[in-house]
């Protein structure tokens, strides 16, 4: 593989270069999102409050299996280089971070809980929680109605079409999404009902011990997986349009029952952006991406293509670093070589 390769890049390195395939790698953290949202169908105060949580009602028939979801808005415009076309941008690592407001209301799962466990014990398709607790789960966002990533806002309304107060069913106009390598979203809200499992981007983890009670201010980090091609797809359409949006779900019960009146929330509530004591003590929901912007030919991003860039793509891809995972689908493989040596040679 290796004299092959060598080849291959001799060959291509005889061909003239073009400038516009160079990269550039950028490393950037948000510590506060320039939107937020309790995306619930009964918020008042859309887009200002201080706190929002996530819970779901599995299965009842007026809401959402995700009945209350979180949503992020991280504006990428002036930091990533906008309108380059979805095949310019690379991510290579996200990661999201968001802080609980309440003390020990509900307890510690940082690994999936099957689908089917959100169900009554009673249903046919039930499957037993193994352990302690419900997992927090990240998502992309899509959205209906006339609403789309360049005009759905923090204060935009929650729907519509429909009325919540006789069926919230997806009517939501952003919702938790699992998108296509097409780039078509479909609604996961309703993953309990439609039997959706494991389309999330990653689960909240923190330094607990699992099935422990989750103090105040704990802080929850989302290492996104990014391997997915529809996930690749809308980090790309993100970045070309100048923002990120991504929504914060679980479905911890909720324990407000209309039949039988208010209790003890057993769900997070998470700060927000504008919650004074998050400004404060930098509890406010994070992003830190790492991106590459242009051709992979620029393979070490100093703005030139040459025998360097060339030498050290086939040094990570003889060591298999993951660097070397130029066409980013998580494996490390021939089509990686095709495509370095496409665009190396543009
Ligand atoms: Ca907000
Ligand atoms: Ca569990
Ligand atoms: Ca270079
Ligand atoms: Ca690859």
Redesign the pocket.
């Known amino acids: 593989m290796s004299k092959l390769l060598i080849t291959a890049i001799a060959t291509a390195t005889i061909g003239g270069f073009a400038s516009s395939s160079l990269a550039q790698l950028i490393d950037h953290s948000w510590t506060t999102p320039d939107g937020d949202r309790w995306m619930y169908a009964f918020n008042g105060t859309p887009g200002t409050r201080f706190t929002a949580n996530t819970f779901g009602k599995p299965l009842v028939k007026q809401f959402d299996d995700r009945d209350s979801q979180f949503i992020l808005m991280f504006d990428t415009a002036g930091i990533i280089p906008q309108g380059m076309g979805l095949d310019a941008y690379r991510i290579v690592s996200a990661t999201v971070t968001v802080t609980v407001f309440n003390a020990d209301e509900f307890f510690y799962?940082g690994t999936n809980?099957p689908i089917a466990?959100y169900r009554p014990i009673d249903d046919p398709l039930y499957e037993s929680?193994?352990?302690?607790?419900?997992?927090i789960e990240i998502f992309p966002v899509g959205y209906r109605d006339g609403f789309d990533l360049t005009n759905w806002q923090e204060n935009s309304p929650f729907n519509v079409v429909g009325d919540p107060l006789i069926d919230a069913k997806r009517i939501r106009t952003a919702f938790a999404a699992s998108i296509d390598a097409t780039g078509i979203a479909a609604d996961v809200s309703l993953a309990v009902r439609d039997q959706i499992a494991d389309e999330a981007m990653a689960i909240g983890t923190a330094p607990l011990t699992a099935g422990h009670s989750v103090p105040a201010d704990t802080t929850f980090t989302f290492d996104l997986d990014l391997c997915d091609p529809g996930v690749r797809r809308y980090f790309a359409e993100a970045f070309d349009h100048g923002r990120l949006n991504l929504v914060i779900t679980s479905i911890h019960g909720a324990s407000y029952d209309p039949d039988i009146g208010p209790g003890d929330p057993s769900y997070p509530i998470f700060y927000t952006s504008e919650n004074p004591l998050a400004i404060a003590f930098g509890y406010t929901p994070t992003l830190d991406l790492v991106v590459r912007v242009g051709g992979a030919g620029d393979y070490n991003s100093d703005g030139t293509r040459n025998f360097f860039d060339a030498q050290a793509f086939l040094n990570d891809f003889s060591a298999q670093a993951p660097e070397a995972d130029v066409n980013t689908d998580c494996t490390i493989d021939f089509f990686d070589v095709l495509q370095f040596l496409n665009e190396f040679s543009q």
Do not use: A, K, T
């Open positions: 799962d809980d466990s929680d193994v352990d302690v607790g419900r997992p």
